[in-house]
């Protein structure tokens, strides 16, 4: 008998590589109030996912009708879904098949804790699938083609669980294009470190969370956005935000979660903050890929 699975299984509903497990699911479990900012804002950005169509060819039966229909996909796979402690119900419940891929095996039951009442009463049906699906993300596409596509909150813990920065940057670079043709989407971290944002009465401050729209491929310190509209260099962005997050030179070097180039040029962006633990923030990252029909 192979015991190495078991062993894995143990580890990942422990820590899941520094990225998830029991620890986790501790922490989530009591920082939601702390957190209903940033949930919110993350439900704001599901929600406009759905105004995307999924479009896939059709061929209709008569040839002179053969022509391409969009068709909208009700079917959702979510990676990294865990409990779903940051995840919107009302957003789940528009969807009538929801595939959730996580290596943490306590997260399933978690989940329906979470969101199970509400979906069973609407009929949706929930599979749950222990796998570690970045590293097999062409066999989970295939096995879902029509489905939309939410890395929740995953991507940015990528470097942690490799433990490998370069080889995490790599990885993620080529991301968008094995998922190119597909409707997908990410929350993830961009980078997280000490903050002097403070807590008043239980509620943790928050700036307000900012559009970026990135203008092309340069490297970090040529790269130029749109900033809340306004044109400037990727790096003043960067550190405009981060500044309101709370960083400062004195209190130490935020971690860069080396997802800057997950996102196609062009995409709508939005930067959010998320108030982790006391002291200590994360500027997270999120928005919608639309496929373009060939
Ligand atoms: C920060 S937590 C995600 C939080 C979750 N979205 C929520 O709202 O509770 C990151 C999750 O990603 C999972 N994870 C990390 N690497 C993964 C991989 N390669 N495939 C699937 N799940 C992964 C971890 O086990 C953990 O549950």
């Known amino acids: ?105 306590l997260s399933s039951v978690l989940f329906h804790i979470n969101h199970g009442k509400a979906l069973k009463r609407k009929g949706i049906k929930v599979k749950f699938h222990t796998l570690d699906a970045i590293h097999h ?43 190119k043709g597909r409707v997908w989407g990410s929350v993830h971290d961009l980078y997280s470190g000490p903050s002097t944002l403070k807590e008043h009465l239980g509620v943790q401050e928050y700036p307000k969370s900012v559009s970026v729209v990135r203008l092309d491929n340069n490297t970090e310190n040529q790269a130029r956005v749109l900033y809340n509209s306004q044109e400037m260099g990727l790096e003043k962005g960067r550190q405009t935000f981060l500044k309101e997050l709370g960083a400062s030179r004195a209190n130490g070097a935020w971690l860069d979660h080396e997802t800057s180039n997950l996102f196609p040029v062009k995409t709508q962006l939005t930067w959010t903050g998320w108030a982790f633990k006391p002291g200590y923030y994360h500027c997270l990252e999120m928005g919608w890929v639309t496929p373009t029909l060939k």
């Open 1 to 105: 008998m192979n015991a190495l699975p078991f062993f894995q299984n143990i580890k990942n509903a422990l820590t899941a590589g520094g990225t998830g497990g029991l620890t986790w699911h501790l922490h989530a479990s009591l920082s939601q109030k702390k957190w209903q900012f940033t949930r919110d804002e993350i439900h704001k950005e599901l929600m406009k996912g759905l105004k995307i169509t999924a479009p896939q060819k059709i061929q209709l039966s008569k040839p002179e009708q053969s022509q391409v229909e969009t068709i909208k996909s009700k079917e959702l796979v979510l990676i990294g879904a865990s409990a779903g402690w940051m995840m919107s119900t009302p957003w789940l419940e528009e969807f009538s098949l929801i595939n959730a891929y996580d290596i943490d095996p």
């Open 137 to 179: 993300l062409d066999q989970v596409l295939s096995s879902h083609p029509n489905a939309y596509i939410w890395f929740d909150n995953v991507l940015g813990q990528h470097r942690i669980r490799l433990r490998n920065a370069d080889l995490a940057n790599a990885q993620l670079k080529i991301i968008q294009l094995r998922l």
